[in-house]
């Protein structure tokens, strides 16, 4: 299901680095992921998808990695830029609900 | 090809005040799926609508809130007789199908006095 009502993680990372992003997903009839990154005042923006036959998918500078077995998605920013900073949301799409779901967010903190 | 469009982009209301939330998805897109948002919250579901149903709407209040989305026209979100807790952030979003990427709007800020 849904986490809502929680405050936001903070992820801080140094310009240059790596960054890695969590989530958790609850629902084992999820066959679908999107990560989004969402701007202060601004609505979510799409990142980068990933579908439940597949466990890795690489975009510009992102990846996403899938792990069914544990109902885990990650999110790699490589080389992590100040214009990163933002929240992002794993979303997942629930197959017998027929809807999607989305995580509590991490705030990322991108330090000059 | 305009993305999904929301207005107003802030709305301020008094106690007893109704609000209308109007968002046109993008073009293509028949499923549009409304979110609320407080700061530094997550998404919270509220309803999902294609042409003429509504299809989920369990995360909407049974009372005061309703949701369309016309044959014609833009989706429109309702909130009747609004209190100070119905300030927060309402996004909408659309896809063109199940399992499609879900595209969101700028959001509207409704501010109730």
């Known amino acids: 299901g849904e986490s809502v009502g929680l405050h936001l993680p903070t992820l801080s990372v140094q310009e240059g680095d790596n960054s890695i992003i969590n989530c958790a997903y609850s629902?084992?009839?999820?066959?679908?992921f999107i990560w989004y990154k969402q701007e202060s005042g601004k609505g979510p923006q799409f990142i980068i998808d990933i579908r439940s036959n597949m466990d890795k998918r690489q975009g510009q500078r992102v990846t996403v990695l899938l792990n069914k077995t544990v109902k885990h998605l990650s999110l790699q920013i490589a080389a992590t830029q100040p214009g990163d900073s933002a929240v992002y949301f794993c979303a997942s799409f629930v197959y017998n609900f027929n809807k999607f779901y989305f995580g509590s967010g991490t705030k990322l903190n991108v330090k000059p | 090809n305009a993305g999904v469009m929301q207005n107003p982009r802030h709305l301020v209301r008094r106690r007893g005040q109704e609000a209308r939330l109007r968002c046109s998805p993008m073009k293509g897109h028949s499923h549009v799926y409304w979110y609320r948002q407080l700061p530094e919250e997550g998404l919270k579901f509220m309803v999902y609508?294609?042409?003429?149903?509504?299809?989920?709407e369990s995360g909407m209040p049974k009372e005061r809130f309703s949701a369309e989305f016309p044959k014609e026209g833009p989706s429109i979100l309702r909130i009747q007789q609004v209190v100070r807790g119905d300030s927060a952030a309402y996004f909408c979003?659309?896809?063109?199908?199940?399992?499609?990427?879900?595209?969101f709007g700028s959001g509207t800020q409704l501010s109730v006095l």
């Open positions: 629902n084992s009839a999820s066959d679908y």
């Open positions: 609508l294609q042409k003429e149903n509504i299809i989920d």
């Open positions: 979003a659309s896809s063109r199908g199940d399992r499609e990427k879900l595209f």
